[in-house]
Every structure is written in C-alpha cells, then in structure tokens.
T-cell receptor
Framework: DAGITQSPRHKVTETGTPVTLRCHQT?????MYWYRQDPGHGLRLIHY???????DKGEVSDGYSVSRSKTEDFLLTLESATSSQTSVYFC?????????????FGEGSWLTVV | EDQVTQSPEALRLQEGESSSLNCSYT??????LFWYRQDPGKGPEFLFT???AGEEKEKERLKATLTKKESFLHITAPKPEDSATYLC????????????FGPGTRLSVLP
C-alpha cells in the first residue's frame, strides 16, 4: 500500500463538462504526479508538483490543469472534457521510501467522456 | 531522441519455463531505471530500482540487471501468478522529475 487514494475511481461524463480528479497521499512526500495510460502509448506524464502551489507541465498537459493547496492533495481538472481524454488516470508520488526518486502509484481513475 | 523500448511486446511461457524481458533505453545521464508489475485494472506496483551499470536486484523469482544500454528482467521458473504486464521506466538528468515509461511486456504464464 503506497498511501495514495484516488477519487473518483470511475466516472462517466459528457463532452464539454468540467471534471476534477483527486489524489490524496498520507506519505507527506514532496513530489506528486498525474499520468494517463492509453493502449499503444503507455504511461505519459500530464503534470507534476514539487511542493504546495508548485507545479509543472508534463508531456501531455494540453487540456488539463492542476492545483496543490496542501501537501497531501493534488487535483487534476479537465476544464472541458473531450472524448480524447477518455483514459485511465494514475496519481503517483515519489520519495525516499525504498531509495530516492522511486515512484509509487495509486489504483487509478477510469474516466469515460461520452 | 531519448526513448525507452521493451521487448517482446507479449510473451507466453509454460509454468517453470524461465525467460527474460528486455528494456532498452537511449537517454543521457541516467539517474535510475525502474521495473514495475501491473495487473489488469490496477496501478503499477514497484519492483526494483537500478542506478548503475552492473547492478543487480532480486525478489523471489525475479532478477533485474542493468547495463549502459539496457536492463533485463529475468524470470526463473515462473508461476501463473507471475502473469502481468511488466513496465520499465527511466529517470534521466535532462527529464527533471519526469519518469519516462516503456510500453510494457505482457507476460502470460500457463499452468
């Protein structure tokens, strides 16, 4: 158990609606990440955070925004969901549990945009 | 261009039939190479971190090795419960905090 909770775990939403996914950690780690996983593409980084209110873009950040107001929470927002954002979203944290920079994942949030 | 590739894409083994999975990378300034196991409908589960060429790590039937260009995940006498997708990832100095993942190898171990 990596101490990461994602919510919701499953969501179906309509095109054009806003969606927020939440990631909560109990490890007090500095770095938090949002990845998406799609067939044929593997895991791709959307955004990451290196501290409260400190975030940076990843490889596939267009259409996504993030916020981190507390160490333990990292939110991913789709301002206006599109069908191309149908995916599995994984939150991850990294910290010195079993060595520096090791990354641990949550259980995933399945998002379907119809 | 920096990239991470894995081979084979899929592998079917009989129970007890040992084999190896490959992860090849072309990055400069490797900070770490990571192996994960992912079961269907689950998040990736951390297995190993390797930091330098020549390093080896073992866990039960799994052994990971690292050279300057690739890593191998050796599976000795696999059991059906070893069936999963195995992912490798690298972290390099020019990636900042990004971990770049390979596409994975889907392993099936038949009883």
């Amino acid at each position: 158990d990596a101490g990461i909770t994602q919510s919701p775990r499953h969501k179906v939403t309509e095109t054009g609606t806003p969606v927020t996914l939440r990631c909560h950690q109990t490890e007090n780690h500095r770095y938090m990440y949002w990845y998406r996983q799609d067939p044929g593409h593997g895991l791709r980084l959307i955004h990451y955070s290196y501290g409260v209110k400190d975030t940076d873009k990843g490889e596939v950040s267009d259409g996504y925004s993030v916020s981190r107001s507390k160490t333990e929470d990292f939110l991913l927002t789709l301002e206006s969901a599109t069908s191309s954002q149908t995916s599995v979203y994984f939150c991850a944290i990294s910290g010195p549990r079993q060595g520096p920079n090791t990354i641990y994942f949550g259980e995933g949030s399945w998002l379907t945009v119809v | 261009e920096d990239q991470v590739t894995q081979s084979p894409e899929a592998l079917r083994l009989q129970e007890g039939e040992s084999s190896s999975l490959n992860c090849s990378y072309t990055v400069s300034g490797l900070r770490g190479l990571f192996w994960y196991r992912q079961d269907p409908g689950k998040g990736p589960e951390f297995l190993f971190t390797l930091y330098s060429a020549g390093e080896e790590k073992e866990k039960e039937r799994l052994k990971a090795t690292l050279t300057k260009k690739e890593s191998f995940l050796h599976i000795t006498a696999p059991k059906p419960e070893d069936s999963a997708t195995y992912l490798c990832a690298v972290q390099a100095r020019n990636y900042g905090q990004n971990f770049v993942f390979g596409p994975g190898t889907r392993l099936s171990v038949l009883p």
